[in-house]
């Protein structure tokens, strides 16, 4: 199959935006105050919604979202707001992608990444 | 703090509705119209599950410290809007070492009939 690629840099409003669409609302995604005083930078970017996109890259190679099987990861890096993240799916075996995101300074923030899909 | 490794919590169902789907995909930048996105298993699998576990006296988890590690999903096949699906979670293992405690939560759904739709495999790291 195909490869496919996105460059994404994530807003304040695009975090916001899915903590209301998937219900996590927790304030280290929405509140800078109450993400400082947890020990963050900021606010920061929700892991699922990461992998929500690495999702649309691996749909994308893969002919269509309803044909993925199976998808995981392991959150390695934090996202802030401001953070251009390029997302790659790139075709290994067959019925299987690797998957990789990697922020403006090189840094992998999803690591151990992959798709399968049918 | 008590290790809830076996531990599962009640059924749980939830109807897929067209404008959360809508929403979702918007968040994500799916291409509309290509059905429920995958990744809403972050919705009807894990988040209506796992808020079980983080309110979980038993459990005593800080969520403060909570940080979501790894993820996976595997789907027998993918929901559609208007359905209602039911999904059932526990804890698969509860481990601390060194001060960071590392919690294995699995979550299955299933669809009216009781056919598998998806099993999400989240863990979940609480620093000290």
């Known amino acids: 199959m195909n490869n496919a690629a996105s460059v994404v840099t994530f807003s304040r409003e695009q975090i916001a935006a899915y903590a209301v669409a998937s219900g996590d609302r927790n304030p280290i995604h929405l509140d800078d105050d109450f993400a400082r005083s947890v020990g963050l930078p900021g606010v920061i970017a929700h892991g699922l919604l990461q992998m929500g996109i690495a999702a649309c890259v691996a749909a994308e190679a893969a002919g269509g979202p309803q044909r993925l099987t199976r998808l995981t990861c392991r959150f390695a890096g934090m996202v802030e707001v401001g953070d251009t993240v390029t997302f790659s799916a790139e075709g290994g075996a067959p019925g299987r992608l690797d998957l990789r995101a990697t922020n403006q300074r090189g840094e992998p923030v999803l690591t151990k990444a992959s798709a399968e899909y049918r | ?128």
Not at chain 2, 32 to 55: D, K, N, S
Not at chain 2, 76 to 83: F, K, N
Not at chain 2, 98 to 124: H, K
């Open chain 2, 1 to 128: 703090m008590a290790d809830v490794a076996g531990k599962t919590y009640p059924a749980v169902a939830f109807e897929i509705e067209a404008d959360r789907v809508a929403a979702f995909a918007e968040a994500i930048g799916a291409a509309p119209g290509e059905g429920v996105p995958p990744t809403f298993a972050a919705v009807y699998a894990l988040g209506v599950t796992a808020p079980q576990l983080f309110g979980d006296a038993e459990a005593a988890i800080d969520f403060g410290r909570l940080l979501h590690a790894e993820q996976e999903f595997e789907w027998t096949r993918h929901p559609r809007v208007g359905e209602t699906v039911s999904s059932t979670g526990r804890v698969t293992s509860d481990v601390s070492r060194r001060g960071l405690r590392m919690i294995n939560f699995e979550t299955q759904t299933r669809d009216a009939d009781g056919a598998d739709v998806c099993r999400s495999r989240a863990m979940f790291v609480i620093r000290p």
